[in-house]
């Protein structure tokens, strides 16, 4: 948000920033719709404002309202690629994948060296069925970040899906090394636990 606004509008936009830190959504919430209504003529703060709840509510899972402030988000800034990849996210979540995977394409075209953007879709295209493409754009989107665990454990759980344990291990296991406080690849390195207990 360019602080080349009104007092009044820097001020509760600093505000409700600090509630989403401290992890306060709904104060947040309220907020960004109180800038809503009082800056009704103002795109740029209606813009954010859609896009900050937008992200609010895909956080709560609360899809309805994240898809809609997110569309709104976007035709405000249409060319916004992170816009476009958090609608895509919302579409993911509700395993709508051709949906997801045309938003995600949409965010790559906008920016195409992020290597979220491309996990988003190598993600929706695995699971949508195509698994090769899937895999070939999850293997760009660790090129493009080699340190994003997410990446990593996307990649982990495909290849639990194909059947590699071995690989998936592997992946499980670097993502645990980039991130040792992250739960869901800590419980998928317990599933292929299980699995090769199974096994032998």
């Not at 960004?32 to 509510?57: K, M, P, T």
């Not at 402030?69 to 051709?98: D, M, T």
């Amino acid at each position: 948000m360019d602080d080349n606004v009104t007092p009044e509008l820097v001020s509760v936009w600093h505000e409700a920033k600090g509630h989403i830190d401290q992890g306060n959504y709904e104060k947040a919430n309220e907020i960004y719709r109180y800038i809503l209504v009082r800056y009704a003529d103002d795109d740029i703060a209606s813009e954010y404002a859609n896009a900050y709840l937008g992200d609010i509510f895909l956080t709560i899972r609360s899809l309805n309202f994240a898809e809609k402030h997110l569309k709104k988000a976007i035709i405000y800034a249409p060319k916004k690629p992170h816009y476009h990849y958090l609608l895509g996210f919302v579409y993911s979540i509700r395993e709508q994948w051709a949906k997801a995977v045309k938003k995600f394409k949409v965010s790559i075209q906008l920016d195409p060296s992020n290597g979220e953007y491309e996990r988003g879709l190598g993600w929706a295209i695995f699971n949508g069925g195509d698994r090769i493409e899937g895999l070939a754009h999850l293997y760009r989107a660790l090129d493009l970040s080699p340190s994003n665990a997410d990446t990593l454990t996307d990649l982990a759980t495909a290849m639990l899906v194909l059947g590699n344990t071995d690989k998936a291990r592997d992946y499980g296991e670097k993502a645990v090394q980039l991130d040792p406080g992250y739960i869901l690849a800590h419980k998928l390195l317990e599933t292929i636990d299980r699995i090769e207990r199974k096994r032998s």
